[in-house]
C-alpha cells in the first residue's frame, strides 16, 4: 500500500496532495508545505516534471517527511500511484497552478502523475493560479477557469501584483500564508461536513471603505481594508454561493468567481446595491454590509484645487444611510440583512451599541467590533449580535472569522 512508502510519524488525518507545477512561483510552495506541516496535516508531495526544475524535490520531502512523487508508473510502488494517491487524500492543491495545468484539467487530459491524481479525486481540488497578467486575461484561459468552476474546482487567487517579469497585473500566486489559511479553512469544512452548503444561494457583499471627493487632490475617507468584506465573498464563493462583491477602493486583488462591482462614494455603492438586489429586494438571499459607508460628504466638490488661506470651515452633508433604507424597505424577511458595527468601545458597552444599530436598522445580525481590533491586520475579534443573544468570537483570522460567520447566518437563510 502506498501508506507504506510515506513516513510512519507522519499524522494519518487530514491528508492533502500538494501538487506542484512548473511556474516560477514553485519556490513559495515550500512555506505553503510547512505551515501546513505545522498545521498537524499531513502532506503528500506531488510534482510534475517542470516543477522539478524550478524546486528541488528534496526541499520538499524534507518539509513534509514524505517522498515527493513525480513519476506516473514508478517500480518501486505496487498498484496504481495515482488512484492510491487520490483515495487518500482528503483534499489535493495544486500550488501553483499553471494556465497548461488548468488548460489540461479542463480538457480532462491526465497525461502524468498530478493530473491523473486530481482526475481520480472525489474530494474537493483547489488551485492556486500563477501566470503572466496576460496569460490570466487571455480568453482561452477565461474558459478553462469557468469550466473548472462549473466542475467544482475552487480557486485561491490569483491577486493583483508583480510578476517575475517586473510587470503589475492580475495573475501573481497569492501569499503563502493566505494559500495554507484557505486549505486550513477547507480542510475544517471537510471534517465538518459542511460543503457547498451554499449552493443556490444569493449573496451580496460590501467591502473596504467610499470615498468622497473635496477636489481633484483630497478626499474624505476611512482606514478600512477591505480585507474582512473580501474574506467573506472569498468564504462565501468557496462555499457554492453566487458572489456580488461591491467594493470600494482597496489595495487587495479581486477574487475570481464571483462578480465585483468597484465603486468610489457612498452614493455609487447605494446605486451599486439597488442595482444588485433589484426594486424588490429580491434578487439576493443576503446582503453582508461590511463595507465602512462614509456617513458624510462635502457639500461642495471644488472643480480646483482649493489653496492655502488659513482656517477654512468644511461644510459636510450627510449621506444615506443605506443598510437602513433597505432595512425599512424590507419585506418577508428576504434579504436576510447582516450589518456591521465598528466603535471605540468594548465589552457591554461594545455590545450594547450594536444592538441599538440593529433596531435602528432594522437587520438580522451585527458584527461588532472595536477599532482597536479591526483596522489593516489579518485576524480580528469580532461579537456577533441578534435581537436576542451574543457571542463573542476569539482572535482568529478574518478568513476563519468569515466561516464562522457564514455558519451563523446559513439557518437565518429563507
Known sequence: MLRATMSSTAPPQP???????????????????????????????????SATKMLGAPTLAGITGNRVHVDMFDPSIAGELHVELASEADLIAVVPATAEFLSALATGRADDLLRATVLCSEGPVMVAPAMHPRMWAHAATLRNVAALRADGVEFIGPVFGE?????????????????????????????TGAHRDFDGRQLVVTAGPTVEDLDPARYLSNRSSGKMGYAIAAAASARGAQVTLISGPVALGAPAGMNIVHVRSAREMQAALDAALGPELTRADALVMAAAVADYRPGEVHAAKMKRTGATTLELVPNPDILAGIGGRREGGKPVLVGFALETVSGDALICAARDKLNKKRVDLIVANSASDAFDGDDNRIVLVSRDDSEELPRASKRVLADQLLDRLLPLLP
Open 163 to 191: 510578476v517575475a517579469s517586473g510587470e503589475v497585473g492580475e495573475g501573481r500566486m497569492s501569499e503563502p500564508e493566505a494559500i495554507a489559511e484557505a486549505i486550513l479553512a477547507r480542510l475544517a469544512q471537510v471534517a
Open 15 to 49: 491528508t492533502v496532495v500538494l501538487g506542484v507545477c512548473g511556474s516560477i512561483a514553485a519556490y513559495k510552495v515550500a512555506v505553503v508545505a510547512r505551515l501546513l506541516v505545522k498545521a498537524g496535516v499531513r502532506v503528500m508531495p506531488v510534482m510534475t516534471r
